[in-house]
C-alpha cells in the first residue's frame, strides 16, 4: 500500500509505502476511493492549534504519533476483513466513521465517541486515508453507501457530520429563524445545504472572500455579508430584519466570536466550531446579561452520520463544488487550503 504521511510538523508529506495491511479480529480494510482534505489536517500538518494570548496547543505534546497518514474523511471499498467480521462484506462500499473513542467511559457507552477523552481517531491519532488502503478497527464504523458515490460521500465524515451536529444543537429554532453562520468555507457550505435539507428557515452567510460569498448564495444563503466590511454588524442586523436568535461560527477565531456574540439577541445561542485560533472575546457580564448560550460542538457521533447519510439518501442536499485531485498532490492541497485558493471541497482519488 501507499500513503503520504507526515514526517515533521510542517514539512511536506513524504510518500511511503508498506506490506497490504492484514486485518486481525474485527478489523477491515477499506480500499480508499476518495478521501477529503479538511480544515483540521492543516492543523494537524502544521502541529499546533493557536489558543490565543501568545499560547499554542503543540500536538506532539498529545500524543499525536509521527509518522502519521492524515485523512479521516473517507469512503471506499472493503477489499479485506478480520476473522471476526460478520455483518460486512469484501466488496461492500462504505464511508468511514472516524471519531472512535475508548469504547469503555461514559460517553463513549453512550454512543458519544467523538467526545471521549482517550481518542483513537482515524486520520489523528491513528492512520488515515491519504493513502490507497486504511485499517478500521471495527465493522461498527464503516456505514454502507448504498449507491452513494464516494467523492460525493466522503466528506460528510467530517465537514457534513460536523455541520449537521452543530445544526442539531439549535433544535427547533431553525424552522422559524433565519440562522447567522460565519465562515462560508468547504463547511460554510455544507451546512447551508444541510440547513435546507432539514427544512430550515435559510441562513445568513459572513464571509470576508467574495467568492466565497458568492458560492453561499449559489449554494441557497439567503444573503450574504462581507465580514471585513467595518460595519458588518450593522449588515448582518439588516439582513435578518430582527433579532438573531442563532449563531454558528465556523471559524472560530476573536474576531468572527464576536461578530456571532454581538448579533446575538437576548436569549440566543452560539454554537462555536471554527478552530481558527485566538482569545474568547467577550466581556463576562455581557453573558449574563443577555442570557445567551455559548457551546462549543466536535464533529458528530456515529448515530449522526447514519442519519445524514439517510438525508443524503433522499437527494435533500444540494451538491457543494467539489474538486478530486491524485493523492500525489495531497501537500499541495494542503497549501491551497491554507492559502484559501480551494472554494468547496477536494477530494484526495488515490
Ligand atoms: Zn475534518
Ligand atoms: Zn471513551
Redesign the pocket.
Given at each position: 500500500m501507499r500513503s503520504y504521511q507526515v514526517v515533521d510538523f510542517g514539512f511536506p508529506l513524504r510518500e511511503a509505502t508498506a506490506p497490504d495491511p492484514a486485518p486481525s479480529g474485527h478489523e477491515v480494510v477499506v480500499a480508499v476511493e476518495a478521501c477529503g482534505v479538511?480544515?483540521?489536517?492543516l492543523h494537524i500538518w502544521e502541529g499546533s492549534y493557536d489558543l490565543g494570548g501568545g499560547k499554542r496547543l503543540m500536538l506532539k505534546d498529545r500524543g499525536i504519533p509521527l509518522p502519521l497518514t492524515p485523512g479521516?474523511?473517507v469512503a471506499g471499498v472493503i477489499v479485506r476483513v478480520g476473522p471476526e467480521v460478520t455483518d460486512r462484506k469484501v466488496g461492500e462500499k462504505v464511508l468511514v466513521y472516524p471519531w472512535i473513542g475508548c469504547g469503555q467511559c461514559r460517553v463513549c457507552r453512550e454512543g458519544r465517541e467523538n467526545l471521549c477523552m482517550k481518542p483513537r481517531c482515524l486520520g489523528v491519532h491513528c492512520d488515515g486515508g491519504y493513502a490507497s488502503e486504511m485499517v478500521v478497527p471495527h465493522s461498527r464504523y464503516l456505514l454502507p453507501l448504498d449507491g452513494l458515490d464516494a467523492k460525493i460521500a466522503a466528506p460528510y465524515a467530517?465537514?457534513g457530520l460536523?455541520s449537521y451536529s452543530a445544526l442539531k444543537k439549535f433544535g427547533a429554532t431553525l424552522k422559524d429563524e433565519p440562522l447567522l453562520v460565519i465562515g462560508a468555507g468547504g463547511l460554510g457550505l455544507m451546512t447551508v445545504t444541510i440547513l435546507r435539507a432539514m427544512g430550515g428557515k435559510g441562513a445568513v452567510v459572513v464571509d470576508i472572500d467574495a467568492k466565497r460569498r458568492e458560492a453561499a448564495l449559489a449554494a441557497g444563503a439567503l444573503a450574504a455579508v462581507d465580514g471585513g466590511a467595518p460595519d458588518a454588524l450593522a449588515q448582518v442586523q439588516q439582513a435578518f430584519g430582527g433579532p438573531v436568535w442563532a449563531a454558528l461560527d465556523l471559524v472560530g477565531s476573536s474576531q468572527t466570536g464576536a461578530l456571532g456574540f454581538d448579533a446575538l439577541a437576548k436569549g440566543g445561542k452560539l454554537v462555536l466550531v471554527g478552530l481558527f485560533g485566538g482569545a474568547t472575546p467577550w466581556s463576562m457580564p455581557l453573558i449574563p446579561m443577555k442570557a445567551a448560550t455559548i457551546e462549543g460542538s466536535y464533529t458528530g457521533n456515529l448515530r449522526e452520520l447514519a442519519e445524514l447519510l439517510d438525508l443524503l439518501r433522499t437527494g435533500a442536499i444540494p451538491p457543494i463544488p467539489m474538486g478530486a485531485r491524485p493523492l500525489a498532490e495531497a501537500t499541495q492541497t494542503l497549501e491551497d487550503l491554507k492559502a484559501g485558493r480551494i472554494v468547496g471541497r477536494v477530494v484526495l482519488t488515490p
Amino acid at each position: 500500500m501507499r500513503s503520504y504521511q507526515v514526517v515533521d510538523f510542517g514539512f511536506p508529506l513524504r510518500e511511503a509505502t508498506a506490506p497490504d495491511p492484514a486485518p486481525s479480529g474485527h478489523e477491515v480494510v477499506v480500499a480508499v476511493e476518495a478521501c477529503g482534505v479538511c480544515h483540521s489536517d492543516l492543523h494537524i500538518w502544521e502541529g499546533s492549534y493557536d489558543l490565543g494570548g501568545g499560547k499554542r496547543l503543540m500536538l506532539k505534546d498529545r500524543g499525536i504519533p509521527l509518522p502519521l497518514t492524515p485523512g479521516h474523511e473517507v469512503a471506499g471499498v472493503i477489499v479485506r476483513v478480520g476473522p471476526e467480521v460478520t455483518d460486512r462484506k469484501v466488496g461492500e462500499k462504505v464511508l468511514v466513521y472516524p471519531w472512535i473513542g475508548c469504547g469503555q467511559c461514559r460517553v463513549c457507552r453512550e454512543g458519544r465517541e467523538n467526545l471521549c477523552m482517550k481518542p483513537r481517531c482515524l486520520g489523528v491519532h491513528c492512520d488515515g486515508g491519504y493513502a490507497s488502503e486504511m485499517v478500521v478497527p471495527h465493522s461498527r464504523y464503516l456505514l454502507p453507501l448504498d449507491g452513494l458515490d464516494a467523492k460525493i460521500a466522503a466528506p460528510y465524515a467530517c465537514s457534513g457530520l460536523t455541520s449537521y451536529s452543530a445544526l442539531k444543537k439549535f433544535g427547533a429554532t431553525l424552522k422559524d429563524e433565519p440562522l447567522l453562520v460565519i465562515g462560508a468555507g468547504g463547511l460554510g457550505l455544507m451546512t447551508v445545504t444541510i440547513l435546507r435539507a432539514m427544512g430550515g428557515k435559510g441562513a445568513v452567510v459572513v464571509d470576508i472572500d467574495a467568492k466565497r460569498r458568492e458560492a453561499a448564495l449559489a449554494a441557497g444563503a439567503l444573503a450574504a455579508v462581507d465580514g471585513g466590511a467595518p460595519d458588518a454588524l450593522a449588515q448582518v442586523q439588516q439582513a435578518f430584519g430582527g433579532p438573531v436568535w442563532a449563531a454558528l461560527d465556523l471559524v472560530g477565531s476573536s474576531q468572527t466570536g464576536a461578530l456571532g456574540f454581538d448579533a446575538l439577541a437576548k436569549g440566543g445561542k452560539l454554537v462555536l466550531v471554527g478552530l481558527f485560533g485566538g482569545a474568547t472575546p467577550w466581556s463576562m457580564p455581557l453573558i449574563p446579561m443577555k442570557a445567551a448560550t455559548i457551546e462549543g460542538s466536535y464533529t458528530g457521533n456515529l448515530r449522526e452520520l447514519a442519519e445524514l447519510l439517510d438525508l443524503l439518501r433522499t437527494g435533500a442536499i444540494p451538491p457543494i463544488p467539489m474538486g478530486a485531485r491524485p493523492l500525489a498532490e495531497a501537500t499541495q492541497t494542503l497549501e491551497d487550503l491554507k492559502a484559501g485558493r480551494i472554494v468547496g471541497r477536494v477530494v484526495l482519488t488515490p
